[in-house]
């Protein structure tokens, strides 16, 4: 089992940038792919990215493609969300969240075993 929590979050105007860091705990943080998801309100829980469990695979929302950059540090069981060029439209509840396994690419809600509280990320206009 993970535990996650995220942090990070907060209020930026638009065209600015954030780093968003979930930290995991386990000793077993390298075995698990790794997601970002966003939820805005009055919206569904929507894929943001994904990170292979090695940091090899990484995969995006076409939304935020180019923008955003999803890492890892093993070493420091710690998972990355930089977001560049925040937009209005990024404002949202950010989560992270953890599946078992050496998975790529994987963008459902429904996959992931494991979820942290969420950080808040405000942008301006």
């Known amino acids: 089992q993970v535990q996650l929590v995220e942090s990070g979050g907060g209020l930026v105007q638009a065209g600015g940038s954030l780093r968003l860091s979930c930290a995991a705990s386990?000793?077993?943080?390298?075995?698990?792919?790794m997601g970002w998801f966003r939820q805005a309100p009055g919206k569904e829980c929507e894929f943001v990215a994904a990170?292979?469990?090695?940091?090899?695979?990484?995969y995006y929302a076409d939304s935020v493609k180019g923008r955003f950059t999803i890492s890892r540090d093993n070493a420091k069981n710690t998972v990355y969300l930089q977001m560049n060029s925040l937009k209005p439209e990024d404002t949202a509840v950010y989560y992270c969240?953890?599946?078992?396994?050496?998975?790529?690419?994987?963008?459902?809600?429904?996959?992931?075993?494991?979820w942290g509280q969420g950080t808040q990320v405000t942008v301006s206009s």
């Open positions: 990170i292979s469990w090695s940091g090899g695979s990484t």
């Open positions: 386990g000793r077993t943080f390298s075995s698990y792919a």
């Open positions: 969240a953890a599946i078992p396994g050496e998975r790529e690419r994987v963008a459902g809600t429904a996959d992931y075993d494991y």
